[in-house]
């Protein structure tokens, strides 16, 4: 899971489509709109990235039980087997 991005990357421009009237009155609430929606985009970006590492950790865990549950009993499949 990743912690952190880089903070020295460079900044680079680029062009969103954004509800006006949001922005206006986002406008009157900060003096930085670019700052924080770089702000909400780390903490979406933190959110997902813990997301997707609970995901890998819960298919693990299936995985990991599956295969302890198939080393105790072996296949379901092989009492129906016709080999």
């Not at 900044?11 to 929606?37: C, F, W, Y």
């Not at 995901?55 to 072996?74: G, P, Q, V, Y």
């Amino acid at each position: 899971m990743r912690n952190h991005f880089d903070q020295k990357s460079r900044k680079r421009h680029i062009h969103l489509s954004l509800n006006e009237d949001l922005v206006r009155q986002a406008r009157t609430m900060t003096n930085n709109l670019p700052g924080n929606v770089e702000l909400l985009l780390t903490d979406f970006v933190k959110r997902k990235d813990q997301q997707h590492f609970n995901e890998l950790r819960t298919l693990e865990a299936t995985i990991a039980t599956w295969n302890d549950f198939s080393r105790k009993f072996d296949s379901l499949a092989d009492e129906h087997t016709t080999l």
